[in-house]
Every structure is written in C-alpha cells, then in structure tokens.
C-alpha cells in the first residue's frame, strides 16, 4: 500500500530565511511525487512534480524539491521565503506498480512567513 | 481555457435536504474525483470515476452519491443521511493513465444551516 507522511503540522520562517517542508513516502513500485499549495478557500494549485531522472526538480514560485530515494522523502525547499508564500503544502504519490492507482495526498503543511 | 470549475462556490443546506454540487471539466480528462476537507484537515476521498458510467467509493463515501453520465461532467449529491456535511468540497480530474498529477476546482463550502 502506498502511503505519504508530512511530520510537520506548521513551519513557521522568517521572510528572506530559506524554507523546508518535510515529506516522506511509501510505495511499492517506483514512486510519482507531487506537491501542490492551498491558499484559503481556493483549490489545490500544482507547484511540481518527480517522475524520474534529476533528483532536483524545480517548480513554479521559486519552489525546488529533492527526491531521495534512500530516505524515501521529497522535501519542498526555496532559498528566500516570501510572506506570499503563507499557505497550505500538500505532498502527494502515486505508485507506478499499479495502473490503477490514485494519488495518496498527505495531511498538508501549513507555511506561515513572517515580516 | 481549458480548465475544472465547481458551482456554486458557497452553498447552504438545511437539516434533511439533500443537495447536489456541480463539477464539469472541458480537458478531456478520464478520471474526476471529489475529496472533502475540514478545517485543519487534509484531502480525504469521497468517490471516483475513471470511466463514464463507473464510480468507486472512497474512503468516506457513506451519505454521498454521485453520478458519471457524461465524461465532462460528475455531481456529487449529499444526501440528508450525511449527518456532519459541513465542509469544503473539492473535486479534480486527471488522465487516468501515466505520471500525470490532478487539476483541481476551486471548490465549494458547504454550510448547513
């Protein structure tokens, strides 16, 4: 069964300091990684994904993410944080040892940058 | 512009009604979802379709219903037996097959009242 796990209910970052949000998956196959943001009352907004090759993917907003197969996790990273980046931070998988799957989304992050 | 779009945007129930939330999406997309989310909460399934005329449950399906008549379009109903239906309701649609992730509506706050 594929499952993904966020440890962090909130982070909480300086404007200008550069940001972590944690993830880490399970799966039984190869992994699909996603993360996507929440603004309030809005819909889920895709920031980027892994399918394979450069561990290092980047994404839209400045956002980059590290795929580590070792460690099993897809941390969301930026080097500066803006204050526009507040929002909810959803890691997501999909298992490609089934056609059929869906994707799992984690329990979101809520990312407060402070002046 | 290809895109998904959820009506209304804010929605109220009385106790015992049943009421239908719309979903429709021109990208030609074969599978569409709806996931529901409380405040604080993460993304849990409802029902899916990957196919006209098909649906699954989801994790949370007991008091919804939904239906899948046209490709471009999935209702979801809740229904009076849905005892705690207030939330924000969020419905996605993907290419069912290879590394593609979900286009997601802008959702729609359900209050009862």
């Known amino acids: 069964a594929q499952s993904v796990a966020q440890p962090e209910d909130q982070v909480n970052v300086a404007e200008g300091n550069p940001l972590t949000v944690k993830c880490t998956y399970s799966?039984?196959?190869?992994?699909?990684l996603f993360w996507y943001v929440q603004y309030p009352n809005r819909g889920l907004q895709f920031l980027l994904k892994?399918?394979?090759?450069?561990?290092l993917v980047k994404g839209s907003y400045g956002f980059e993410a590290e795929f580590n197969k070792s460690q099993t996790s897809f941390h969301l990273k930026k080097p500066s944080a803006l204050v526009s980046d507040s929002a909810l931070y959803f890691c997501?998988?999909?298992?490609?040892?089934?056609?059929?799957?869906?994707?799992?989304f984690g329990s979101g992050t809520r990312l407060s940058i402070r002046p | 512009d290809g895109g998904i779009t959820q009506s209304p945007k804010y929605l109220f129930r009385k106790e015992g009604q049943n009421v239908t939330l719309s979903c429709e999406q021109n990208?030609?997309?074969?599978?569409m979802y709806w996931y529901r989310q409380d405040p604080g909460q993460g993304l849990r399934l409802i029902y899916y379709?990957?196919?006209?005329?098909?649906?699954q449950k989801g994790d949370i399906a007991e008091g919804y219903s939904v239906s899948r008549e046209k490709k471009e379009s999935f209702p979801l109903t809740v229904t009076s037996a849905q005892k705690n239906p207030t939330a924000f309701y969020l419905c996605?649609?993907?290419?069912?097959?290879?590394?593609?992730?979900?286009?997601f509506g802008s959702g729609t706050r359900l209050t009862v009242v």
């Open positions: 996605a649609s993907s290419i069912e097959a290879g590394n593609y992730g979900y286009t």
């Open positions: 799966v039984s196959g190869n992994p699909y």
């Open positions: 892994y399918i394979t090759g450069d561990n």
């Open positions: 997501a998988v999909r298992d490609t040892y089934s056609s059929a799957s869906k994707i799992i």
């Open positions: 990208l030609n997309h074969d599978a």
């Open positions: 379709s990957q196919i006209v005329n098909d649906f």
